[in-house]
């Protein structure tokens, strides 16, 4: 550690620190547009120019004669870094001018505005007026970018940030600087578009409002957008995201910078791959088949009857839980060895937790079974070097895992503590003999193929727990609508066993409810449900997901140790 | 602590004024109001306005229906920035933004555009918060005062309706003197100092 004096308070940093980094452990922010934690140094946008000296053992200051680049300028024992005189300030208010200069000014219709690096800095740093005369340079939008990247050229800050990320982090290189001077732009070559699967990311790095997201693009002003701390379910590797919805419609995924899981950036697939949970072919309403439904059932028609038309205020679930928890206990008291509960890797842990220990607590018999694992090719591996090939494994940056689901690891360990074993459906289908199954989907998309239909048959009681149709949901005896990755609260455990907690950002569409709620109620608990909780209780009875106890992941998540060697309780 | 005497020494409180025997008998008080009644009754000077035959002169701050206006070249000057949504305070404002049609020549200067522009007249409080925070002068209040609907939803006003407020009302020689039609009004700190024009509405790249 290295002692560091920034505007006379004096900090520890690491001596591997830059100027920026070590201010920021003051509590000091020094602004800068190209500097960025996972990129390489260019110190071309000046705005972090301050004041850096050098206190000698005497206690005087020897300070350098020009103002450096806080980015470029590493720490040692002893720098001085000041960022409040009068030269610095005077420095920020013409760094910010120039890089105004022929900034067209245009925030009322661009989609930055509200999270945008030169608003905040020339409200913090900046000045009011501009001293230019002349007429702004301006220059077209390129809207051949990328298929989901639109520049405005007029915007850009020229940080670069853009074109080092396609150089270092993707490794496709498809984005540089053409021209110079006060000509310089960015662009791609003809033809070449920036459309690789990390491409997304340049967008969240523009700190102006030069590239913006198509997707997105005049969708929403930022500002009435609502955050939720989440975790992709796109693939094992478990990318912290903001999901950004406003009025239970979620806009964006924008990644959170995770060092434990994944870094600044989140890949494309990941990112735009949400949009299923708007499907209109979600399922909303449960409901009971004609074999299953007896008087509870005409119990709810008399209800719907009683009022007119189709305004029915009753709650649908009453009837449908009670008959799906009647139904359950006399299955299991009928033949528990025939009872299979499929649970998929989509559930969150606690998920798992109430469904298992609500099965296991009825009869210990009861079959549990992890449900099919989406792999789709082999992780992808970036950066990617000049021919598109795999990088060395210890210059991996970022990684798309071919594992596309976000939580095998602790539905796993669920069922491992519980069954002691690890099934999966499709090992099980052919010798399965089950009389009642219980399917939980949730998957991002259809999941039920043709052999596990088959294999499912029309067996005595067919419970689905989905959010899609499927062959499955049109037969079953009970249907219970449930909620996707946006709609859930708990815990999910990355590849690398990681376990970080999702927050529910939206509410289920119709009179869809999300899993947890839906197993609370099933298996009689009490209350609310409420992740933590339950998350607490998991910890306690789980031996391998002890670290759970704590309740409060923080952001970042904790480690489980040794998932995998868990030994097996019988 | 120091702020704290200040505040004392700035307050300064009111005394309730002590009724003397003549005012707590309240007989002045009505013989002056019925005076004033009498004096009125019998001036000979007539107040009543016979509206709807003559109509009031409105004053012209007055606020009334909303008007989108239109740029010269006849599109709607709105570049959805959605900036009298936010301020809005009864929620009533309601913007669907949608890119410009880059296609057509009648649009190339503009990115953004309105596709829906959509005020509920019936929720509004006809404050002039969206006049006041629309940074190209787009939205105004006007001073038709007389605005009535057979139903609510006829009272709900889409972006032709409160285009046609415009057309309406442009040439009436009443125009709302709040905003300053595209001119920076006097509040501004750079009006007096802004050699050139002021900055032209949407992107300012073609003007």
Redesign the interface.
Same mark, same amino acid.
């Given at each position: 550690m290295a002692k560091v004096i920034v505007n006379d308070v004096e900090v520890e940093a690491d001596p591997k620190d830059n100027c920026i980094l070590a201010a920021r452990k003051a509590g000091v922010e020094i602004p800068h547009y190209c500097w960025h934690e996972s990129l390489s140094v260019v110190a071309s946008c000046r705005m972090c120019l301050v004041e850096v000296g050098e206190k000698k053992p005497d206690g005087t200051i020897a300070w350098g004669p020009k103002l450096v680049p806080g980015c470029q300028t590493p720490i040692k024992e002893g720098t001085v870094i000041r960022t409040d005189s009068a030269k610095v300030k005077t420095t920020q208010q013409m760094t910010l001018e120039l890089l105004l200069l022929n900034h067209p000014l245009d925030c009322s219709i661009c989609d930055q505005a509200g999270e945008c690096y030169l608003q905040d800095y020339t409200y913090k740093y900046g000045k009011a007026q501009s001293r230019l005369d002349e007429p702004k340079l301006q220059r077209m939008d390129k809207y051949h970018i990328g298929e989901q990247i639109a520049l405005f050229t007029d915007r850009c800050v020229m940080c670069t940030r853009c074109v080092r990320f396609t150089r270092e982090i993707s490794g496709t290189a498809e984005l540089q600087v053409v021209a110079r001077g006060s000509h310089e732009e960015i662009d791609v070559f003809p033809d070449v578009p920036c459309d690789n699967k990390l491409a997304g990311n340049v967008v969240d790095l523009c700190p102006v409002g030069a590239l913006c997201s198509k997707d997105f693009l005049y969708k929403k002003r930022v500002w009435w957008l609502k955050h939720a701390e989440s975790v992709c379910t796109g693939c094992s590797t478990g990318c912290s995201i903001h999901i950004d919805q406003n009025e239970d419609k979620v806009y964006r995924l924008r990644p959170r910078e995770n060092p434990l899981a994944q870094g600044h950036f989140m890949c494309d697939e990941g990112r735009f791959g949400f949009k299923y949970i708007h499907d209109e072919r979600r399922l909303t309403r449960p409901k009971l088949s004609d074999a299953v439904s007896g008087a509870a059932n005409r119990k709810s028609h008399a209800t719907t009857t009683a009022g007119s038309g189709d305004l029915s205020f009753a709650d649908p679930w009453t009837d449908v839980l009670e008959v799906a928890r009647r139904k359950i206990k006399d299955a299991v008291k009928s033949d528990a060895r025939g009872f299979v509960a499929v649970l998929s890797p989509f559930m969150t842990v606690e998920e798992a937790y109430l469904l298992a220990s609500f099965l296991k607590g009825l009869d210990k018999r009861v079959r549990l079974v992890l449900g099919p694992v989406p792999m789709v090719g082999s992780d992808d591996k970036y950066p990617k070097g000049p021919k598109g090939e795999s990088p060395a494994e210890d210059k991996v940056r970022f990684t798309i895992r071919a594992e596309k689901c976000p939580n095998r690891l602790g539905v796993e360990a669920v069922l491992r503590h519980f069954e002691g074993q690890i099934t999966g459906l499709e090992q099980m289908m052919a010798g399965a003999n089950a009389t009642s199954w219980f399917l939980v989907g949730g998957n991002s998309e259809g999941w039920v193929t043709e052999s596990i239909d088959r294999a499912v048959g029309q067996p005595g009681l067919l419970i689905v727990q989905d959010i899609f149709p499927s062959p499955l949901s049109e037969r079953a005896d009970i249907l219970l609508p449930s909620g996707s990755f946006a709609e859930r609260e708990g815990t999910y455990v990355n590849h690398s066993g990681l376990a970080q907690a999702v927050q529910a950002a939206v509410r289920c569409p119709g009179d869809a409810r999300a899993d947890g709620r839906i197993l609370l109620e099933l298996a009689e608990r009490k209350g609310l449900f409420n992740a933590m909780a339950i998350r607490k209780e998991v910890g306690n009875a789980i031996p391998s997901l002890v670290a759970l106890t704590e309740g409060d992941l923080g952001e970042h998540g904790v480690k489980i140790g040794g998932v995998a060697r868990e030994p097996i309780h019988s | 602590m120091s702020t704290e005497t200040k505040k004392v020494k700035t307050v300064k409180w009111g005394e309730e004024p002590k009724l003397g025997w003549k005012e707590a008998m309240y007989l002045p008080a009505i013989a002056s109001g019925l005076m004033t009644a009498l004096k009125h009754a019998f001036s000979g000077k007539t107040t009543t306005r016979q509206y709807p035959d003559v109509e009031p002169v409105i004053p012209a701050n007055y606020r009334g229906v909303h008007r989108l206006n239109r740029d010269e070249a006849g599109r709607v000057k709105c570049? %959805?920035?959605?900036?009298c949504q !936010?301020a809005c305070p009864a929620n009533c404002i309601e913007i669907i %933004? %949608? +890119?410009a049609p880059?296609d057509d020549p009648h649009w190339k200067d503009r990115? *953004?555009f309105p596709e829906t522009f959509t005020i509920d007249e019936l929720r509004c409080i006809y404050c002039g918060m969206c006049e006041e925070a629309c +940074?190209?002068d787009a939205i105004e209040l006007t001073s038709v005062y007389d605005l009535t609907g057979m139903s609510r939803q006829e009272m709900i006003f889409d972006k032709e309706k409160l285009l046609s407020v415009f057309d309406e009302t442009v040439n009436s020689g009443r125009d709302p003197i709040r905003t300053n039609r595209g001119a920076l009004g006097p509040a501004s @700190? @750079?009006a007096s !100092?802004a *050699?050139q024009g002021p +900055?032209p509405p949407? #992107?300012? #790249?073609?003007g």
């Open positions: - | 570049v %959805a920035c959605y900036m !936010t %933004a %949608a +890119p880059k990115d *953004k +940074p190209v @700190e @750079e !100092t *050699k +900055p949407g #992107r300012g #790249r073609h």
